[in-house]
């Protein structure tokens, strides 16, 4: 008897630490499974908020705007630029005043000193004529009250040293600031 109760013994001593196994793979699914779960809802709540800072940084703000508002932003950094860039000796005090018109802010003072000290003496010592034509302009980024506009130029020049006229093609990013609803060139870029 005592040879088939210490047969007992092994065997229910054996059988234990099997279903013990077979418990603890039972409940490695199970974890691994809540971790897929909670992976896939991190990921669904990250591409979530991806989307709605999409939206309201890049696309909500060209929807506070209209067509009308492009094209005029468009119109504006297109006048404005032929008369930053258009001048004539024999009118260059108009055409100097008319290009100020245009601008606001710091590029106005800018102008102003730059026209004073560079763009007036050189003009009236040389005779320099030069012409802006707009090529093509489109808006790059445009909110209400302020736009960007890339514009590209055709600038024909002559001066007593060059009486042949010089073409200049070349590109300038227009930043425009609404004042009092006309928008209003504020930063004048080359590109």
Known sequence: MSESSAAVTLTKDHEEPDAVVEQSDI???????????VALALLVAASLITAAATYFFLY???????SGAKESAIAAANSGTVALLSYSP?????????AKTNLTGEFLTYYNEFTEKVV?????QNSVDTRAEVVRSAVSD???????????????????DKPDPALTASSVR????????TWKISAFDPV
């Open 27 to 37: 409940q490695r699914p199970t974890r691994r499974a809540r971790l897929g779960t």
């Open 60 to 66: 909500a703000p060209d929807k506070h705007t209209d």
């Open 90 to 98: 024999d009118t260059l005090t108009e055409d100097l005043a008319a």
């Open 120 to 124: 007036a003496p050189a003009a009236q």
């Open 142 to 160: 445009i909110d209400k009250d302020s736009a960007t506009v890339l514009v590209f130029i055709n600038q024909t020049t002559t001066s007593t």
């Open 174 to 181: 227009v930043t425009l600031s609404k004042v009092d609803g």
